[in-house]
């Protein structure tokens, strides 16, 4: 079976003209998809060969893209024309209401999170952490990935970590971070409600979680403090959190 996302392929998109950028969508790209009986659904261009779904395998047909959706988990397979790109309907679809709605928002909050840790993506290097990228076993063509503070075993094509790395523009971030002390408040409503503020938020975030140690040496010489044991003590607290919802 030939799996026209493998590989970050181009699908070839149905009739004239296309809304993509690179002429169609590929592995990995967030689109919106009209299911029946629902509002638009965020999702994101998925590989069969990723999945041991029997029903989906069966659904395959050439030209047609197979979607992972956001919030159920669920499958699609639809025409390249029947989907429009994430971003640029960002606004518009995730306004939708319907009598989905508080599934809706469960599945365009996990979106959002995908688009952070896309963003979060760019500056993760196995230099310092080596086992964040291991070979995906059910295909190596992709990657599993740990994005720290986002995910675990996140599926990922090397084309798509390439294109993160390639988006980080340290001048521009500088001129966002410089614009957000200004406009504190603008800055604020876009990394809530735009897909580029949400990116350089989480850009932020990962940079700080980049170059930040986990061990102050000089904050334990000065109050007596064991780092170590100060380190353990605080990831065992984050898991308590974590195991209670907080």
């Known amino acids: ?8 392929a181009m699908v070839p998109a149905a009739g004239g003209g296309s809304v993509w950028a690179n002429g169609a969508p590929r592995f990995g790209d967030m689109v919106w998809a009209k299911v029946k ?33 956001f ?12 989907l429009v790109p994430f971003e640029e309907h960002f606004t518009e679809k995730a306004a939708q209401g319907g009598s989905t709605r508080s599934s809706f928002a469960g599945a365009v909050a996990e979106a959002v999170d995908e688009v952070a840790r ?7 290097c196995p230099c310092k952490s080596p086992d964040a990228f291991r070979p995906h076993p059910s295909d190596g063509n992709f990657l599993l990935v740990d994005v720290p503070a986002f995910d675990t075993d996140a599926d990922y094509h090397p084309d798509q970590i390439q294109a993160a790395r390639q988006r980080f523009v340290p001048r521009k971030a500088l001129d966002y ?15 809530a409600r735009t897909v580029p503020g949400m990116e350089m938020a989480a850009l932020f975030s990962a940079y700080r979680r980049a170059v930040f140690s986990p061990i102050d040496n000089t ?15 605080e990831q065992k607290a984050a898991a308590e959190r974590a195991q209670r919802g907080i």
């Open 71 to 82: 919030g159920d988990k669920s499958y699609g397979w639809f025409e390249p024309s029947e």
């Open 219 to 233: 904050y334990a010489q000065a109050f007596g403090v064991d780092p170590e044991l100060a380190l353990a003590a």
């Open 1 to 8: 079976m030939a799996d026209p996302a493998a590989g970050g």
């Open 118 to 124: 896309r963003s979060a993506l760019a500056l993760l």
């Open 177 to 191: 971070l410089l614009d957000a002390a200004v406009t504190q408040r603008d800055a604020a409503e876009k990394a």
């Open 37 to 69: 009986s629902h509002p638009w659904w965020p999702g994101h261009i998925y590989s069969v060969s990723l999945t041991d779904d029997e029903e989906v395998h069966r659904g395959y047909r050439y030209g047609l893209v197979l979607v992972a959706f």
